[in-house]
């Protein structure tokens, strides 16, 4: 994982950023209840209700330029080509892109409050899925039709997430394989190119493997939220804060709670720096 070194929290101007962000976001509120949740007023509230809350409409700066219900620019109208083999840790260029990619799954909650935040709010994501994992099935209806749109893209994570650099070239093939027949069984959707190794750990023999199966692009982070493990709320708000700036791929998790608490934070923070959130398919084209 990345260093995350600490920060000094400014929770005065954490709550006026809030405020500032939930006035902005009225002013297209989406219609019906959200499922994620954002804390407001010491209560949680759904992503869609602290919207309502927030009283009299704002005008939110470009909003008549094809923004989205929570401000948010779209993805860039051009792809480039992925470079070929090797380790993708960042975003070519110099830019105003965003990746956040969500790993493994294990939350059944924090799967369908992600992709609820994300139909809400417009905000591309990319999930790396461990098919193991119930919240795959039991989210499908949610999920799909945000697959099927290109605003949520799935990668390869294995299937049941071993370290693959202390298992048998067999059982690397088997972990990907059977993922990559689960997402096209479930979702129709091709994942290859882009694999997320477990923990990180790559080494050629498993680089290999993948890409005689066709995953060629080992899709790793320069940035994490750093909530593998149950961390604070306020912990999760300052990597993002630290990590959310132009051309860097984030690593957060969908198993813990947390997270689903700040989404508004998340946002704003988004906003507030003019990125564009993007899935990797929005970058790349897709090698034939």
């Known amino acids: 994982m990345p260093m995350t070194p600490r920060y000094q929290n400014n929770r005065a101007g954490s709550e006026l950023n809030r405020r500032r962000f939930l006035a902005a976001l009225s002013v297209a509120t989406v219609a019906g209840v959200g499922l994620a949740r954002c804390t407001v007023g010491g209560q949680p509230r759904t992503f869609a209700e602290a919207a309502a809350a927030a009283g009299p409409p704002a005008q939110a700066a470009g909003s008549e330029s094809g923004l989205s219900a929570a401000g948010l620019l779209p993805p860039p109208a051009a792809r480039v080509v992925l470079p070929g083999g090797g380790v993708l840790s960042s975003l070519p260029g110099h830019g105003d892109l965003l990746a956040l990619t969500l790993d493994d799954g294990v939350s059944s909650d924090v799967v369908r409050l992600y ?24 989210n499908l209806d949610l999920l799909r039709p945000l697959v099927e749109s290109g ?25 990907l394989r059977r993922n990559h027949q689960f997402l096209m069984n479930t979702y129709g959707i091709d994942a290859r190119p882009y694999f997320r190794p477990p923990y990180g750990k790559h080494d050629p023999g498993v680089d290999s493997v993948a890409a005689d199966l066709g995953y060629t692009a080992d899709t790793l982070w320069s940035g994490s939220l750093t909530d593998e493990n149950v961390v604070s709320e306020d912990q999760i708000v300052k990597m993002a804060d630290k990590y959310f700036t132009p051309q860097t791929i984030v690593i957060g998790h969908l198993n813990h709670l947390p997270v689903t608490h700040v989404y508004a934070q998340l946002v704003d923070i988004i906003r507030s720096r003019a990125l564009r959130t993007v899935t990797l398919n929005d970058v790349f084209l897709k090698p034939h």
Do not use: M
């Open 115 to 138: 992709t609820q935040f994300a139909k809400d709010s417009g905000v591309r994501l990319t999930y790396f899925v461990n098919g193991r994992y119930y919240s795959w099935t039991e």
């Open 151 to 175: 605003q949520i893209q799935l990668g390869n994570h294995t299937w049941s997430h071993p370290d693959l650099t202390t298992v048998p070239k067999s059982r690397v093939a088997d972990e």
